[in-house]
């Protein structure tokens, strides 16, 4: 048990701690989610249900399944086996990170037969993420307008592009579409030329499916809600529509209010920031690893200096012997933060951190307590203790795969914290599991159903 | 440095291009065709929100944080789904409220009321709160805020670690005041294990500590080097998976435990939770992920292309836009469609995903955009509906056809602030909708309201608190 006379930290060890993880209840035990989706917005939305405790079973098509599991890094990794159809091809890692402790059942949408399965599923389940293009699970009557019928508590997540309605409905969609066209592209990244910044550059992508799996994040927060006014107060399902275009827009930040109000269209600042100063990325110019011969391992390093008080910068002059000139002149913020004086103040830190590494430059500002942080890639950030120790970063004994090093979770919860069992499972693993707890068929049938193609 | 002056652009009205009717959005379309955008169009559209219920009207979210967006954001899909969400913010306000860009005063807004200045990026995340202020430096305050957690559900705060529980108000505290109560604490790295955050640390921290950093932007070939967010978006994430987890805690304690629970979101921990296979293909072969631009490791066709003016994006990562593809490069430029669609190694899907295999077809794209503007290429890609849009800035976004008809991008006549274009809340829903009622307040505006109608508070003790410094 937490205890009063223990320091906050140990405190937060306790109540937080990872290794008890599985002796704790689950916030959604019993809960049912149907996950009805491909590539990741709707994979995602529905995993962090998953994660919680609700039984989420993925129904994707047979053989196959679906396309975001012949994804994978230049094609290289791939995990054995795709299904039992299949087994000498795998899974890519594309589908790695959005299906997390699901059910994998394999059904053919397009017969009735496997409306039917759609159907009972739907009769007992809380939650469904689809992100089909608009309209298709109507016209194939497996669709909220359909469901809602069978089960009017039924929470029904629409993700996608467009949306269903509106000039752009039946335009196709992905991630990076929903960052271009929302917007975050033109503000991430170095600024054109001629915008007093010394690098220069074009509009940028997150490097991650950003809009997709952030988009889920969105559509589980909607869907949570959903069922918390459902069992609170109203007692009825919902149905949600999220657009991942506009979700990008709603990130920029006040982009939108610039714009409207002084007809400033807002561009990119590349590695520094706007509003703060000091606090941007500076090239330490030794490579932290000069025996190695991976071309990204010999890059100079990257490390963020945050010293963006008054107080701080003055600190930070003391400290950093190129900054001593330029203390008096931009020891007030108003004067550092436009942008001349930030290319002044970066251009001395860069060549004060010429001949270091980014670990020298990260023990000099921690020793005199000045905050910063390497940029450090996935194989460094992967060895700190610290995402180890709190579970956002784990090795996983899973069933199928064995070993695997797979992401963690999002957030920590004291009573009912969220948890991971396996990273996934081929094309219709628990397809007798789930049709005989949700359908009541028997082997005969699932036999029949598999031999006509129909899971 | 002076202040620059405000340049004499016109600013023009909002919409600039009428916003497309629903004749024209439909015309041509067969009854059948119609029916199932226009249930969704009666069914979702936000015009209609002001006639629904809210979702979560029953709960009370306190926002004690300041410095950053991430409790800001979270607390933000809190009032958008209709709780009340009140800021509790030190005399003077949250300092996040004096940013804008290059400290240009010309660009904040002012309320008609005070006259207080506040950035946009603050002004767009203030909706539907109400903002009073409390000294929590002091013990009287501290105390008050004891008050106002006694009647309240969700209390969210980022002050550096173990500060609140030094003060006698952390969840150790609290939740002995109010079992029920559920407390988030949002972060960059966390506040316990052996990177936890020191006093005020910002959204770059999580961005470089996570690995999004080290993999966003060019490769070094290319000129390029590891390149932060434009946005704080770890302060995002960050504050939508605490969002996440204080609605979740919300859900089992009226369900089940009748109590709360601690919670704990950080900016990197969302992040690398959603950093695609990064882990899984580490741990299989010690793969680092390059940067790779604007191109993507995993799919082919599936990047943001340069063309004669700009930037198109185009994805077509299965066999059937593949080709569609190449049939729209081909009505120009035969050759290349040929030199594309006849190359075995390039038949099949997984097979294009090797680097030289990107390298061949998007050279082999980029030489047809070299001949055509964003504008022709979207249309051309868009007539065989291959998935495409352009690199659009601010003024493309305000005025896209798509959003100003779904009310994506919108005008708010705010009582305080007037005109304001901002985003609405991005998840539609059918009968309880999230929704915008107002933009924001100045800081400390509700404070005569809320110390009334909560602590009962008559106009001599506000007056008092004001004089002593609590408020």
Redesign the interface.
Known sequence: M?E?HQS??E???T??DAKKIFEK?E??KGYVAISTTQYILGP?CAN?FAE?GAETIKIELPRRGE?MR????????FLYPLSKQMPDKGT???F??ANHNEYFLSVDFHKPEGVEIVHRIQAKADIQAENYR??TF??WGIGY?QASKINPRLIYIWMG??????????????D??G????????????PGPGQGHPAV??????????AD??GG??????G??????R????G?G??????Q???A???????????????????????W????CV???V?AGKSSYPGSN????M?PG???I?A?EDSDYAKLCKLVPNLAPLAGKYAR???R?????QTEIYTALEAWAKDKTKEEVWKLMEDN?I?S??????????K????H??D??H?LDDPTFG??????????????P?RHRW?FKPVGADNEYILQKYCGYGLDQIRELEKNDII | MTEIKSSDIPVLPWPAVPIPTPDEVYKGLSEAARNYPNWLEENVHFRDVGKKPEKLSRLRVLDVTQKSMSGHWCTSLFGEHGAEVIMVEPPGGDPTRKLTPFNRKQLMFKDNVVGEAIGSKFLHECRNKSSITLNLETAEGRELLKKLVVDSDVLVENYPPGQFDAWGIGYRQLSQLNPRLVYCWVGQRGQWGPLKDRPWMYDPVAQSACGFTHGTGAPAAFGGRPTRSGMWVCDYVGGTTAAMGIMAALNYRDRISGRGQFVEATGAAGIMRIIDYNWGWQGMDGSIRPRFGNWDLAINIYAVNPCKDGQIMVGGGHDRLWYRIWKTVGKDRPELEQHIVEDPALKVVVDRLPFYAQVETYTTFADWFKDNSRLEAELKLQAEEVASGGVTFADEVAEFPHFKYRGHVNVIDDVLYGKILHSPPSQLAQKAPPRLKWIGRPTGYDNEEVYRRIFGFKKDDIDGLKRRGVI
Not at chain 1, 179 to 190: D, L, P, R, V
Not at chain 1, 231 to 234: E, F, Q, T, Y
Not at chain 1, 337 to 341: D, E, F, G, H, R
Request: charged share 15%.
């Open positions: 937490a009063a906050f930290e405190y937060c060890r109540v937080f209840p916030a959604f995602s962090y919680l396309p012949h994804t994978t890094p230049y094609n290289e990794p890519g890692l594309g790695f990170g608009p309209g109507d016209r307008r592009g467009f949306g269903g309605w509106g000039p752009g409905r039946v335009r196709a969609s992905y990076i579409l960052q271009a066209q929302g917007g975050t592209f033109s503000i991430t990244g170095f550059g074009l509009p940028s992508k997150h490097t991650i499916w950003l799996y952030w994040m969105m559509g589980c927060f909607a949570l809600a959903a069922l918390w006014w069992d609170n107060v109203s009825t919902e149905f949600i529509e999220y657009s275009v506009h979700g827009t709603r990130i920029i930040e006040g982009t939108l209010p610039l714009y409207g109000r002084y007809g400033v269209i807002r561009q990119r600042w590349g590695n920031d706007t509003e703060l606090h941007g990325i090239q991976i071309p990204l391992e890059e990257q490390i963020l945050s963006p913020y108003e004067d933060i436009q942008p001349a004086a307590n905050n942080q390497p940029v450090w890639s996935n194989k460094e950030a992967s700190q203790e610290h995402f120790l709190r956002e970063l090795w070993d695997v090093l797979s992401q963690g979770l999002p957030y920590h919860l004291s009573e009912t969220a990273v």
